[in-house]
């Protein structure tokens, strides 16, 4: 069973939403689950939703999202911990995703990232950078970690010293005692936002003409035999863009 674990402080708004798409996702993926909802400090409605949304509540005064996360895991009853932001998505096709990476024997790992169309060019650029470092890193960011129960609890589960970036030092820890993988590829989980649109992948170009190369005929040297042709050895480059947001974090 997956015990999806939502830590909370003051999310009313979007709260509801995000526990109806783990609810919908779930059921589409077939999977056994259950729903934790970590309630810390907060002073709004976001207790009441989540009891609505049929979430067990655990109430805690951290005010710290690792140790919030540490307090749902210990009272969680599956064998796979999932932990999703209050303000993220999940689709369906990111649970299958993990589901069958822990399948496989991976220990833990994660999904990138996608935030809301329209996006500002930088916020944009800033996702760019986000999912190159997370790949290239293997790293999992805090919308979207997975662990299998036994993995978590070997490596000591999120590093309550720590105020941010805990989601990181918890994902080099499972590497070090297991296969971690970010195993919601193509990404389906999308950050905060009122609407969800589809989509779509993004067309290919056609492939272009390679352009003939140039000759580059050398001037005849001062001994007056003339220096034998050669060709340029660099054809003309293109510059290599990054499609994003086509994983869904889960459509990568």
Not at 27 to 55: C, F, H, K, M, Q
Not at 185 to 214: E, I, K, L
Request: hydrophobic share 45%.
């Amino acid at each position: 069973m997956i015990s999806f674990i939502v830590p909370a402080h003051n999310e009313e708004q979007m709260l509801g939403r995000t526990l109806d798409a783990l609810h919908a996702a779930a059921r589409s993926a077939l999977t056994p689950y259950e729903l934790i909802v970590v309630d810390d400090a907060s002073t709004d409605r976001t207790a009441e939703i989540a009891a609505a949304s049929g979430a067990q509540v655990v109430s805690v005064e951290h005010r710290q999202i690792a140790r919030a996360r540490n307090a749902g895991a210990k009272a969680a009853a599956g064998d796979v911990f999932v932990f999703v932001d209050a303000d993220t998505r999940i689709e369906a096709a990111t649970i299958v995703a993990t589901v069958a990476a822990v399948g496989h024997g991976c220990v833990g790992g994660g999904a990138l990232l996608r935030f809301d169309e329209p996006v500002p060019a930088s916020l944009r650029l800033i996702g760019v950078c986000l999912r190159i470092t997370m790949r290239l890193g293997r790293l999992a960011g805090g919308a979207y970690v997975f662990a299998t129960r036994n993995a978590f609890e070997g490596v000591g589960g999120f590093d309550e010293t720590l105020f941010a970036t805990e989601e990181l030092t918890l994902s080099r820890a499972l590497r070090r005692v297991g296969r971690f993988t970010q195993g919601a590829d193509p990404q389906h989980a999308r950050a905060a936002g009122a609407d969800w649109p589809a989509v779509p992948p993004r067309p290919r170009r056609p492939p272009t003409a390679r352009r003939p190369r140039p000759v580059v005929r050398a001037a005849p040297a001062r001994s007056g035999r003339p220096l034998r042709d050669d060709r340029a050895t660099c054809a003309p480059g293109r510059a290599v863009g990054v499609t994003p947001g086509v994983w869904a974090d889960t459509h990568p």
